[in-house]
Nanobody
Framework: QVQLVESGGGLVRPGGSLRLSCTTS????????VGWFRQAPGKEREGVSC????????YYSDSVKGRFTISRDNHKGTVYLQMNSLKPEDTAVYYC????????????????????????WGQGTQVTVSS
């Protein structure tokens, strides 16, 4: 059974840092694209970052590039999102998702809008950036 469990969210001041973790089980992590998405109140869900199953390529949205870093530990079955220089506009529920298809090559930002029905999703973790 595929499971993804996010953790590490919380309240942080602007300029601060958080590291989110996505603990996975039920599949071989290295064989699937895994992404981080977020949804702020009143807004649509948006892609943040993705770790590709092919070539280890990583992708970021323009809004987080240079501040966030995605990484993966296949042995532990965990995907991380290190978030630095956090801004109030980063406030959202952050979700981890695994694409349904092995070796899907769906990690580029132009593919993120199609992940809604093409992925397993975690339950989300709240990140609040406020002074």
């Amino acid at each position: 059974q595929v499971q993804l469990v996010e953790s590490g969210g919380g309240l942080v001041r602007p300029g601060g840092s958080l590291r989110l973790s996505c603990t996975t089980s039920g599949f071989i992590l290295g064989e699937y694209d895994v992404g981080w998405f977020r949804q702020a109140p009143g807004k649509e869900r948006e892609g943040v970052s993705c770790f590709s199953s092919t070539g280890g390529n990583v992708y970021y949205s323009d809004s987080v590039k240079g501040r966030f870093t995605i990484s993966r530990d296949n042995h532990k079955g965990t995907v991380y999102l290190q978030m630095n220089s956090l801004k109030p506009e980063d406030t959202a529920v952050y979700y981890c998702a695994r694409h349904l298809t092995r070796w899907s090559q769906s990690c580029e930002p132009r593919s993120w809008s199609r992940w809604g029905e093409s992925a397993y999703w975690g339950q989300g973790t709240q990140v609040t950036v406020s002074s």
